[in-house]
């Protein structure tokens, strides 16, 4: 019903400024035109005419619009339209004494072509700042704008940070855990180069590639079933050298938590003083603490590199290296601790069999 009523009214806008243009033409002109009726309605027709095109363009540019605010974050929406409503008033302001200088009737069309120009010029100029950096802008006179959940950490009430995902987190899937579990709060941001390489993955003649990408568009899919609006789709176009460096700076812009199992995105990240959470040491620090003289349950399932040494596993992952414990591969053991290492790659824990065969 909107649409058709929007083609209606620039339709019959066109019309009508077609059939009163006749009379803005110059005397000399309509002197040499015989029937004026005629050119009132050819002009008319042809208003007509270029008001449905206008229209039918109008309509196709609203019906975008709508989709881009429905998922458009609402900081992000209203920075973007005050940068254009600045825009237009220092067009204006500028405008004010060109508009004033007397001209000769034959430039004076320079006026309204100055106005249509200059308007559009500090209109596009302010929206596109407002997208960039609007959100730092509004962050300095109102904090509350990063994030909608707040938190009281040391006896003050502060907004809860939005977070971000990268590929590798999205892929990895322990985040749909963490949000189940209410580990995070606030906004969850997925931004618009994450979700086109999930697409070039998916779309992968590698199936190993292939199946990487469609289960993290799979989670995606889930995410914003349960979650619905609190999952963020961030369009914006940032420049960089791949998505690392478009997140790192989408991270900088919002005041962010990345959230990431890349190991070195999240070294870059803190190097440029962006706060960050690397799954694997969330992990590693959740990891239950084995003390020396603790016994444990181990099923031995392999061989170590030392002779008569056999390998287990915790619960978490934690290798287990037991004295002795070649000869019960395949076996549970109860087992003694004797020390722990940390390496690279992980803890490491060391046993000898409890009970001696």
Same mark, same amino acid.
């Given at each position: ?14 019309? &009508? ?12 002109? !309509? ?11 050819? $002009?008319?027709?042809?208003? &007509? ?11 196709? =540019? ?31 302001? !500028? ?17 309204? $072509? ?12 302010? %929206? ?31 907004? &809860? ?21 209410? !580990? ?32 993290? =568009? ?8 349960? %979650? ?6 961030? /369009?914006?176009? %940032?420049? +960089?050298? +791949? #998505?690392? *460096?478009? =997140? ?6 919002? *005041? ?8 070195? $995105? ?12 690397? !799954? ?12 020396? +003289? *603790?016994? =444990? ?9 030392? &002779?008569?040494? +056999? ?22 053991? /109860? #087992? ?22």
């Amino acid at each position: 019903m909107v649409d058709a009523l929007i083609l209606i009214l620039f339709m019959v806008s066109g019309a &009508a400024s077609g059939w009163l243009g006749v009379d803005l033409l110059p005397e000399r002109w !309509l002197l040499q035109v015989t029937n004026i009726e005629g050119l009132r309605w050819v $002009l008319g027709g042809f208003g &007509a005419f270029f008001g449905l095109v206008a229209g039918f363009l109008f309509q196709q =540019l609203r019906q975008k619009l709508m989709r881009q605010v429905r998922t458009m974050p609402t900081d992000l929406l209203v920075s973007r339209a005050v940068g254009l409503i600045l825009g237009l008033l220092v067009a204006n302001l !500028l405008l004010a004494p060109i508009l004033l200088l007397p001209l000769p009737w034959e430039v004076d069309f320079v006026k309204p $072509l100055a106005a249509v120009l200059s308007n559009v010029f500090f209109g596009v100029s302010g %929206y596109n700042l407002a997208e960039v950096h609007g959100r730092t802008l509004l962050r300095l006179f109102n904090p509350g704008t990063a994030g909608e959940t707040l938190l009281l950490a040391d006896g003050v009430v502060q907004p &809860a940070r939005p977070k971000i995902l990268d590929t590798s987190v999205i892929i990895d899937g322990r985040i749909q855990a963490l949000l189940a579990m209410g !580990l995070l709060e606030g906004q969850v941001i997925v931004a618009q180069c994450v979700i086109d390489e999930l697409q070039q993955l998916a779309d992968s003649g590698n199936a190993e590639k292939r199946g990487r990408g469609r289960r993290g =568009l799979k989670l995606l899919a889930g995410l914003r079933e349960t %979650y619905g609006r609190r999952l963020v789709v961030n /369009s914006t176009r %940032y420049e +960089g050298d +791949g #998505v690392d *460096d478009r =997140l790192l700076r989408l991270s900088e812009d919002t *005041d962010g938590l990345l959230l990431t199992s890349d190991w070195n $995105l999240s070294k870059v990240a803190e190097v440029r003083n962006l706060r960050t959470l690397h !799954l694997g040491e969330l992990t590693q620090a959740l990891r239950a603490e084995v003390q020396p +003289g *603790d016994q =444990l349950q181990i099923k031995i399932v392999r061989e170590g590199k030392e &002779a008569d040494q +056999g390998v287990g596993y915790l619960e978490d992952g934690t290798m287990v290296v037991v004295e002795d414990g070649r000869r019960s591969i395949g076996e549970r053991r /109860s #087992v003694t601790v004797t020390g722990a290492l940390q390496t690279p790659a992980g803890r490491m824990v060391f046993a000898r069999p409890t009970d001696s065969r």
